[in-house]
């Protein structure tokens, strides 16, 4: 029966897509779960402009599942599925930009450049600063 939604998918059939995507999602006796594979229709289906798959391939991306974690890619499906009036996609949105903001304050506070090696431990400037009571502009 998978076969059949294989070549439903190959032919853009958006149900067989989904059922592709699903199934590779969460495996079962005769098919293994496969992220990577699952992702790859989700796509498919953001193609060919599927709000649904915007907001499922966003989730991936955002957490990491199937795709690299990457933030700013799960941002622009959630816009585009808010966009296509997807139900949940504000709120994923919302929680993509927090979570986007977090990293970009970590980045900048822990970049390499601006770290300083104090004994075995390495310290932002700013952690040096106060631990050696320095004033920083």
Not at 59 to 69: A, D, E, T
């Amino acid at each position: 029966a998978f076969e059949f939604f294989k070549k439903g998918a190959e032919y853009d059939n958006i149900k067989c897509i989904f059922k592709c995507a699903e199934t590779y999602a969460s495996g079962n006796d005769d098919i293994p779960q496969d992220l990577y594979l699952s992702a790859c229709y989700y796509q498919d289906a953001v193609d060919l402009g599927n709000a649904e798959a915007m907001y499922v391939l966003g989730n991936l991306y955002m957490n990491g599942k199937g795709r690299p974690q990457n933030y700013k890619k799960a941002i622009l499906l959630f816009e585009e599925a808010a966009k296509h009036k997807h139900d949940k996609a504000e709120e994923a949105l919302k929680s993509a930009r927090r979570k986007q903001e977090e990293v970009e304050v970590l980045k900048n506070e822990y970049d390499p450049s601006r770290m300083v090696l104090a004994g075995a431990r390495l310290l932002t400037i700013n952690e040096y600063a106060q631990n050696n009571n320095i004033r920083r502009k």
